[in-house]
């Protein structure tokens, strides 16, 4: 828990230009301009988040909290990546409300279909089953950048994560994980906190 502590009080209390933070009813995230994505994401899953019946969305929407610079929904149009959420939409299944604002554009980056259809998913769908087995969790989630990707995709220029992080607390041990996007031979499981 230590170290989940102090990335939770680093994250929470960087200031940097051209960020904004904005609390959801169901995440937090602290927003960046300069790449139109999120720095971090973060939330407490637990199990009645994720019996809801709240439908599926099909569009993105800016977030109206976010003041500063942000992407669209059409930016991702034809770009061959999928618009990867942070906080997982059936995390939000249990009101319209948070499952609209699992929609806002301050939640969502650039992933390789390959990813977020893949080995994010299925994380995100373990984090579920543990809910569901009386557990809390409290994850972090977001970008990884790299020199060596300068990637953008759309007319307002988002930045493209060579990798993603997700740090995930049960109360009793923190996990960590590392999912390469771009950037091949990168995936690492349960890699140290420190490592992230």
Same mark, same amino acid.
């Given at each position: ?33 300069d ?15 994720? !019996?809801g ?6 569009k ?49 980056c ?20 543990? !809910? ?34 997700? !740090? ?13 996007? !771009? ?11 420190d490592?992230?």
């Amino acid at each position: 828990m230590k170290y989940l502590s102090a990335i939770l009080l680093l994250v929470v209390f960087t200031a940097v230009a051209d960020t904004q933070y904005v609390r959801h009813q169901v995440y937090r995230v602290k927003y960046d301009s300069d790449t139109k994505n999120p720095r971090w994401v973060s939330w407490v899953l637990s199990s009645n988040m994720v !019996v809801g019946i709240s439908s599926r969305l099909q569009k993105f929407y800016e977030d109206p909290e976010i003041k500063i610079p942000q992407g669209t929904h059409y930016d991702y149009t034809g770009s061959g990546y999928d618009r990867g959420h942070m906080c997982p939409a059936a995390d939000n299944s249990f009101s319209q409300e948070a499952m609209k604002e699992s929609f806002y554009v301050s939640n969502i980056c650039p992933q390789l279909p390959r990813l977020n259809r893949g080995r994010w998913k299925s994380l995100e769908e373990e984090c579920r089953r543990r !809910v569901l087995q009386d557990d809390t969790l409290v994850i972090v989630a977001g970008p990884i950048y790299s020199d060596s990707v300068d990637d953008t995709i759309g007319v307002n220029k988002i930045k493209v994560p060579a990798a993603f992080f997700k !740090v995930i607390y049960d109360g009793r041990l923190e996990y960590a994980y590392i999912f390469s996007n !771009v950037i091949t031979n990168l995936y690492e499981l349960n890699v140290s906190v420190d490592d992230v």
